[in-house]
């Protein structure tokens, strides 16, 4: 047995099914035979293998045992659960993390916030909720400080957009309606997102502050959607709490005569060319 990886849980012929996702792999991947395509023999170690295995470390291809998941060989040239292809001289860091890999800071911040969480639920008033750290100079304090309260900003607004979009009409949200919907969301009182000391009297103030906070995140929630290489906190697309979509993609890809002149595109049609469009469109926007 070789070094590799070993995809488990879920439905694993969703993962990988021989019979379909062929068609989504690179055609370098695959030759041509009387049979249809099949793996290029110097990929074929690489393609998902179904393993066998128990709670006692016993592995088969062959054996039927109590459990079972595709083992991928090392280095892994490509992810089945999202799609994704590797370079070869891609890191193997760069693509999996380990358990443990997560950092001081963040294991702190994770401590901290778990015990905050856990003081609120005992009934404790705001004020008490407190924790004590010792460190041993300015600098690490400075940085702990920044990373705790970088992970609230960060875990507060989505937890906004979450619930904005569970409470949105449909479930959808757009530009339009995305910053007075996560506002609502958030429920934040008007000193802790004003910078004043006192709220105004006149209601049209008190509204420019609300539009200003509004467009404010709208550009956080914009933003927090890049494509994010935080080990620790992918973001809601990453984690599959949200779908981007293109409004009117689908009526603009089935209109043939606006794609007669681009070879290729249209000899497709109206969903696999909805495809390819959302496809390039991914990739300038999370790139």
Excluded at 74 to 86: E, I, K, Q, R, S
């Amino acid at each position: 047995m070789t070094d590799g990886y070993l995809i488990v849980g879920g439905d694993l012929e969703e993962i990988w099914n021989p019979a379909e996702d062929f068609d989504y792999l690179p055609d370098s991947w695959l030759r041509e035979t009387r049979a249809g395509r099949v793996p290029d023999s110097k990929k074929r170690p690489f393609f998902p293998i179904k393993l066998y295995f128990d709670e006692t470390g016993r592995c088969s291809e062959t054996e039927t045992l109590k459990w079972w998941g595709w083992f991928m060989r090392a280095p892994l040239l490509f992810d089945p659960t999202g799609g994704v292809f590797y370079d070869t001289k891609t890191n193997e860091g760069t693509k999996l993390t380990q358990l443990g890999s997560e950092g001081r800071s963040t294991s702190t911040t994770i401590t901290t916030y778990s015990i905050l969480h856990q003081l609120n639920d005992a009934g404790y008033h705001p004020k008490d909720q407190k924790l004590l750290s010792f460190t041993d100079n300015r600098q690490d304090a400075a940085l702990q400080a920044g990373h705790f309260n970088d992970f609230v900003q960060v875990v507060q607004l989505r937890a906004g957009i979450h619930k904005a979009l569970k409470d949105a009409p449909l479930n959808v949200l757009t530009y339009a309606t995305l910053g007075e919907a996560v506002f609502n969301a958030l429920g934040l009182p008007f000193l802790e997102f004003a910078n004043r000391n006192e709220e105004p009297s006149l209601a049209t103030v008190r509204r420019s502050f609300e539009q200003c906070f509004q467009n404010y995140l709208v550009y956080r929630a914009i933003a927090d959607l890049r494509r994010s290489w935080r080990i620790i906190l992918p973001n809601l697309e990453q984690c599959a709490l949200l779908n981007i979509e293109y409004q009117d993609l689908s009526d603009v890809a089935g209109e043939d005569a606006f794609w007669a002149d681009l070879p290729l595109v249209n000899a497709l049609d109206k969903n696999a060319r909805t495809d390819f469009l959302t496809t390039i469109l991914d990739f300038f926007r999370l790139e």
